[in-house]
């Protein structure tokens, strides 16, 4: 895993931790885009579970805080900050995080293809 590319995105969760704690909500994954494409050409390997679990993450705490803080319980408004900043520290570290929470709710789902879709549906 790239130093580089992790310290991108660690600085930026907590910098939208930053921004929930002062009350600026609406800046909670603007930097979504533009950090993606900045790790990009410097990580050899985006696909990384800790990247994928941490984008995974962003992605639902922007949903979530564009939707009065619901669609994602048990997370409270409180929590989310809270968490950016474990994987901050996971991203950094390059461990994966061992808050129950976040693994349960933010692993990614191993990817179903289409004929094992069919067959589920028969």
Not at 66 to 76: F, M
Not at 88 to 107: S, V, W
Request: glycine share 4%.
């Amino acid at each position: 895993m790239n130093k580089e590319a992790a310290e991108i995105f660690a600085t930026a969760l907590e910098n939208d931790a930053n921004d929930q704690d002062e009350g600026r909500y609406e800046n909670i994954g603007m930097k979504w885009d533009d950090i993606y494409a900045q790790i990009l050409p410097i990580e050899e390997d985006i696909n990384v579970p800790i990247y994928n679990m941490a984008f995974r993450f962003w992605d639902d705490w922007c949903d979530t805080s564009n939707h009065e803080w619901q669609y994602h319980e048990p997370i409270t408004k409180k929590q989310w900050p809270q968490f950016a900043r474990e994987l901050a520290q996971c991203l950094r570290t390059g461990r994966m995080p061992t808050n129950l929470i976040i693994i349960e709710k933010f692993t990614p789902k191993p990817k179903i293809g289409l004929w094992q879709r069919i067959k589920q549906r028969f």
